[in-house]
Every structure is written in structure tokens, then in C-alpha cells.
């Protein structure tokens, strides 16, 4: 996620974007068929096809859209993807939903089986946590609505999202981006491709994301909900002939944020007797927020914020 109110300046390092100026969400369909002019190609049936045969309410967003639009993350992509939604307070109490559809977002559904199942290269992520890692040299996102469990199994009663990546290439090629804004952010994305022999190919790719906090604890001394996120891909093609390909892969992927705090906002009456209200249990314990004023930005956990998020594997 990019810093509330902070507009990014971005560069990109590959020079075969270095010409091109950010788009907007809006013009995402146009930007996918720029970069397919001819049929959109997708892989939503484990085979490889044209969306126009597809019999699937299926939305497509390439690599290119992605990067002009800055969806780096599930969060940032429902604002391409038509009926998807996001919601998450922290890794754990994370829910993807899609025409309204998905896992509850209570207080936390890690263990809870997602109706909104993703896929990495067609590998399933059972985890909601792992819909807030960013995306990783992705070069095209399907997003597929409606039940999908005779391709995808039980998992996808809502939909899925199959999230391809970019795959090695004999061609020697390298791309590579870096953001700034304010609260102290920084994105740099890199990724480098090229030929090992004749038959194999190798690709590496890194993303790491930061931000400083933004929230002020008065206890700790110490701004809090920041963004520190690493991701790590490496990936091995073996081509013996022009019809097999047979690739390995392993990926790495860590959050460590102080998140996720929250602040003072106000308090309903219930039923209870006035005495069993928060200003006078509060009062009974000596107890003053922070700050009553939310825009101020400030809380007072006493307790530790532990948000580390990791899940590596090979495929």
C-alpha cells in the first residue's frame, strides 16, 4: 500500500519503458490490448487460449498495466478488477472477495478456507495472509469470477485470481523500477533474465517495499504501521526440444511491519449502566486515550505488535 496522501515519482530503469508515461486505471483494458494487439492470451483453463474462447467471466491485466498503474498487490489491483475486493487490517485479518462473495473478514481467518483461491504459476496459496505479499515480476493476472472448483478445487467458490510470472528467456534482458514518496517510501523492483547454455535459461527477480510509520505510539516513543516487505524468485528453464519445457522455481517472501495499531476514534452507549460505560470504566482505572482528536494520529499500545509474515517454496 502507498502512503495516504503521498503521490509517487517513479523511475524505471529498463530502457524499453523509459518512454512511457503512467496511465490511469481507466484505460487498463487499453493498455492490455497494446500489449496484445491480437488476441489476449490467457492460461484460466491450465492450457494455453484466447480470452475470446474462454467460456468464463474472466478480466485479464498484463505486466505493462500493472506496472503504469502501480498494482503491486491485491489491494492496489480491485481498482482494475471489476466486482473485486480487498480488505485488510493486518496479514491475518485479510479477506478477498469477488461479486460479494469470499471468506469472512472477522477478527482472524488465517485458518479460515478462502472462497477467492490464488494461484502462483498455478500454485495454490492456502493462506489469506498471503494475498498482502506484492506481486513478484508478474507478467499477466487473470481474475475469474464465479465458482471455479472444477479447474481450481474446493477453494474457489467465489473465484480466483491465477497470477502468472514472467518466465526465463534465452534473450539476455533486464528490467528494473524504483518509487519514492513521503513517509519515507521507497519500492525498488528488479529483475534479470538470461541464458545458462543452449538448453537452459535462468531468471532472478527481487521486490522490496518500505515505509516509515505513520501512526505515533506514546508509550513506545516509536512511530508505528510502517511497511517493510522482501520478495525473493528465482527461477531455471530446462528446453531439450521445442515441445517440452520444464522449469524449477522457488520463491521467498517476508513482511516485517510494526503494524498494525490503531487510534482513538469515540465510543456508542450500550445497554449497560452508565457505570459500565467506557468513560467511567476508564476514569475507574485511571485510563486517558492517547488522543481523542483521530487525525492526530497517535495511540499508546503497551503491547508488542508482532506482523511478520513469511512463506517461501519450490515448484
Known amino acids: 500500500m502507498r502512503s495516504p496522501g503521498g503521490a509517487l515519482q517513479r523511475q524505471r530503469i529498463d530502457p524499453a519503458f523509459a518512454a512511457d508515461a503512467p496511465a490511469p486505471a481507466a484505460d487498463a483494458a487499453e493498455q492490455v490490448q497494446a500489449e496484445a494487439p491480437g488476441d489476449i492470451v490467457v492460461t484460466a483453463r ?20 500493472l506496472e503504469r498503474t502501480g498494482a503491486f498487490n491485491v489491494n492496489r489491483l480491485q481498482q482494475l478488477a471489476p466486482t473485486l475486493q480487498f480488505y ?19 477478527l482472524t481467518n488465517d485458518g479460515i478456507e478462502q472462497g477467492v483461491g490464488i494461484y ?10 498471503a494475498s498482502t505479499f506484492d506481486f513478484l515480476d508478474a ?24 497470477i502468472t510470472s514472467r ?21 525498488l523492483k528488479l529483475a534479470v533474465s538470461g ?15 518500505g515505509r516509515n510509520g505513520t501512526i505515533y505510539n506514546t508509550t513506545t ?27 524449477l ?34 476514569t475507574l482505572l485511571g485510563y486517558t486515550p492517547a488522543s481523542t482528536n483521530p487525525y492526530a494520529r497517535l495511540t499508546d499500545l503497551d503491547s508488542e505488535l508482532r506482523a511478520t509474515n513469511r512463506i517461501g517454496g519450490a515448484s
Open 46 to 65: 491450465h492450457r494455453t487460449e484466447s480470452a475470446q474462447s474462454v467460456p468464463l467471466a474472466i478480466s485479464v491485466l498484463g505486466g505493462l498495466t
Open 88 to 106: 485488510s487490517s493486518n496479514p491475518r485479518n485479510s479477506a478477498a472477495n469477488l461479486r460479494g462473495l469470499g471468506a469472512p473478514f472477522g
Open 120 to 129: 502462483v504459476d498455478d500454485v495454490y496459496f492456502s493462506r489469506a495472509a
Open 139 to 162: 507478467g499477466q493476472i487473470e481474475v475469474l469470477r464465479g465458482p471455479q472448483g472444477t479447474l481450481y478445487g474446493k477453494n474457489t467458490t467465489a473465484g480466483a485470481i491465477n
Open 167 to 187: 518466465a526465463p528467456t534465452f534473450n539476455f534482458e533486464s528490467r528494473g523500477e524504483v518509487s519514492v514518496g513521503n513517509y519515507g517510501y521507497r519500492q
Open 195 to 209: 541464458p545458462l547454455s543452449e538448453t537452459v535459461a535462468a531468471r532472478i527477480a527481487v521486490s522490496s517495499t
Open 221 to 247: 516513543k516509536s512511530w508505528v504501521q510502517s511497511q517493510d516487505n522482501l520478495g525473493l524468485r528465482g527461477q531455471i528453464l530446462w528446453r531439450p526440444s521445442s515441445t517440452v519445457d520444464v522449469t
Open 249 to 282: 522455481a522457488a520463491d521467498y517472501n517476508e513482511q516485517n511491519p510494526s503494524c498494525c495499531a490503531t487510534v482513538y476514534y469515540g465510543y456508542g452507549s450500550t445497554q449497560r449502566a452508565s457505570a459500565r460505560q467506557f468513560p467511567a470504566l476508564a
